[in-house]
């Protein structure tokens, strides 16, 4: 069974550009999930698409956005990049269901320059 | 509110002593998720907890889930240096709110 992957593996931009990001789930996994990790921190929840639709945001600013496709892969767009956009930002799939457990990607890193 | 602290931050420990990270919530909690992160990996799923006071093990690790819901635990017994990484806990709200994380350091 495939896992949870996303492309690029990494992408470097320079501040106020746009920096489109995706992720294809596992097979028959219908939720996707959004998280940016900065450097040794933690895992900020950004975004959560179910069946097509955007279910709940983080506390992240409207630059931040996103969609799943019919295929349930999923894109996350950052418009006018800042420097602290600079992160790791992971992709998970999961089961439709509130405590199903996620299945993780190897991430994107972005640097913003 | 949401938010669920972890302690400690960090710990060391040599190989063979024993490790435990700690998942604190003012909220009642419905479940709780342990996910473990190796540097430079992502975080993979390691085990849920439902109910109150459960108590779940896998080989060395005991998962423990608190009575009032409230709390959660991980220990390890006996480290060995596959243990080192990062340690989540993560709550169910109406999205996956993960902890701020517990980074182990084994050292030979």
């Known amino acids: 069974e495939a896992g949870v992957t996303q492309s690029p593996t990494h992408l470097i931009k320079t501040r106020g550009q746009q920096a489109t990001l995706r992720c294809s789930p596992i097979?028959?996994?219908?939720?996707v999930y959004w998280y940016q990790q900065a450097l040794g921190l933690g895992l900020q929840f950004l975004l959560w698409?179910?069946?097509?639709?955007?279910?709940n945001r983080g506390n992240f600013p409207p630059r931040f956005s996103g969609r799943q496709f019919p295929n349930y892969s999923s894109e996350l767009n950052v418009n006018a990049l800042e420097l602290e956009d600079s992160a790791l930002y992971l992709c998970?799939?999961?089961?439709?269901?509130?405590?199903?457990?996620?299945?993780f990607g190897n991430g994107t890193r972005l640097t913003v320059t | 509110g949401q938010q669920v602290m972890q302690i400690p931050q960090y710990q060391h420990v040599q190989e063979g002593e024993d490790f435990t990270t700690y998942c604190n919530s003012s909220?009642?909690?419905?479940?709780i998720q342990w996910y473990k992160q190796r540097p430079g990996g992502h975080p993979v799923f390691l085990i849920q907890l439902v109910k109150s006071g459960e108590v779940k093990k896998q080989k060395r690790l005991t998962f423990q889930f608190g009575e009032a819901k409230k709390n959660s635990s991980l220990h390890i017994t006996a480290t060995q240096t596959t243990d080192v990484g990062t340690y989540f806990c993560a709550r169910v709200i109406d999205k996956l709110i993960f902890g701020t994380g517990t980074r182990l350091q084994v050292f030979p």
């Open positions: 097979s028959g996994h219908t939720s």
């Open positions: 998970a799939s999961s089961l439709q269901g509130r405590y199903s457990p996620l299945h």
């Open positions: 909220t009642t909690l419905s479940n």
């Open positions: 698409y179910d069946e097509g639709e955007e279910r």
